[in-house]
């Protein structure tokens, strides 16, 4: 069985080296971390640890609908104010959207697997809980199937890691829990603004200017600090 680059967000800096290079041949050390057989065993783990914290997650988001912002309105002096939202309404849609779709990622499965189909539900904790359990027991079969595959029509990813990814990212922001981001104050060696940060969880460090956007692993970053400590040294001794 060939082994293949891992799909997951932990290649992104030497897909994106790989990019540069067949764009304008600029050179790199990069190596990528590669799939078990398809995915690495970090990204495996975490897209386990990701699905395992949808339920708390998706309880978190729909709070918001009990204790939601004040309906907000529109309009201008001698107009009708007009409703523009409900309180809540946002974090129903959401929960809604990751409930549906965690119950398609499910009857996907068990279709693959020729497993019976799922059981009929109702109540949206039971529905969010039983589908979360099945989809834990047989990720790793799932992981292996759709090895970052897209939809040939819709062009969407249907790679569970990276749709398991999306949901979490979602519910984090939403309910403000998202990873921080690290400054590194260090100048970016592309561009030399101060503008090299890491979130929490990422395996790279990224430039967040967007005429630059270069990535660094943590060794390339470590060479680039020291490199820049000894320059300083040198010029502050002369």
């Known amino acids: 069985m060939s082994v293949t680059p891992c799909p997951g ?17 600029t050179e790199h050390h990069l190596t990528p971390a590669w799939g078990q057989p398809i995915h690495c065993q970090y990204c495996t783990d975490r897209a386990h640890t990701q699905l395992g914290d949808l339920p708390e997650l998706v309880v ?3 709070c918001e609908a009990v204790y939601g912002t004040a309906t907000k309105l529109t309009g201008t002096i001698g107009r009708t104010a ?3 939202s409900f309180p809540g309404q946002a974090s129903r849609v959401l929960a809604e959207h990751i409930i549906t779709g965690l119950l398609g990622l499910e009857d996907v499965i068990r279709a693959g697997r020729r497993l019976p189909a799922r ?3 109702g109540r949206e904790g039971h529905d969010l809980i039983a589908a979360v359990t099945f989809l834990r027991a047989h990720l790793d079969w799932a992981l292996d199937r759709y090895p970052g595959e897209t939809d040939p029509e819709t062009g969407e990813t249907m790679d569970p890691a990276a749709i398991i990814r999306g949901w979490h990212r979602g519910a984090e922001r939403f309910t403000r829990r998202d990873p921080r981001l690290e ?13 090299l940060f890491r979130a929490e969880g990422d395996d790279y460090i990224g430039c967040r200017n967007i005429a630059c956007e270069v990535l660094l692993t943590p060794a390339e970053f470590e060479e680039h600090a020291e490199q820049l ?5 040198l010029a502050k001794a002369a």
């Open 119 to 121: 059981p009929a539900r």
């Open 9 to 25: 967000p932990c290649n992104n800096a030497w897909r994106k080296a790989e990019q540069q290079l067949a764009a304008d041949g």
């Open 82 to 84: 007009t409703t523009q």
């Open 229 to 233: 400590a000894r320059q300083y040294g």
């Open 60 to 62: 978190a988001v729909r």
């Open 183 to 195: 400054h590194r104050r260090v100048p970016c060696p592309r561009c030399e603004l101060l503008t």
